[in-house]
Nanobody, 122 residues
Framework: QVQLVESGGGLVQAGGSLRLSCAASGRTFSSYAMGWFRQAPGKEREFVAA????????YYADSVKGRFTISRDNAKNTVYLQMNSLKPEDTAVYYC???????????????WGQGTQVTVSS
């Protein structure tokens, strides 16, 4: 089992920045690919970014490419999402997820966090 706890959400003005963190506990964190997803009110959950177990490969949704950066620190069992140039349409609950491979994270993650709210005001 892997437990994931997100933090760092909050209220920010458009154009601002936030950094989300996802702390993992349980089985070996460094063996998992990690990802971030988000769900806005009335919409389905959507993929945001993913990173391989080593950090050597990253993937982004087109809507956040160039503005968001995913990274990880395996020594701290933590994955991050640096969000810059935030827009009101980025408002959502952001979820951390883990999977055995990048493909699994993108398709059907094994583990999910409880989510953290990000609100971007115009």
């Amino acid at each position: 089992q892997v437990q994931l706890v997100e933090s760092g959400g909050g209220l920010v003005q458009a154009g601002g920045s936030l950094r989300l963190s996802c702390a993992a506990s349980g089985r070996t964190f460094s063996s998992y690919a990690m990802g971030w997803f988000r769900q806005a009110p009335g919409k389905e959950r959507e993929f945001v970014a993913a990173i391989s177990w080593s950090g050597g490969s990253t993937y982004y949704a087109d809507s956040v490419k160039g503005r968001f950066t995913i990274s990880r620190d395996n020594a701290k069992n933590t994955v991050y999402l640096q969000m810059n140039s935030l827009k009101p349409e980025d408002t959502a609950v952001y979820y951390c997820a883990a999977g055995g491979t990048l493909y699994e994270v993108l398709d059907d993650p094994d583990y999910w966090g409880q989510g953290t709210q990000v609100t971007v005001s115009s």
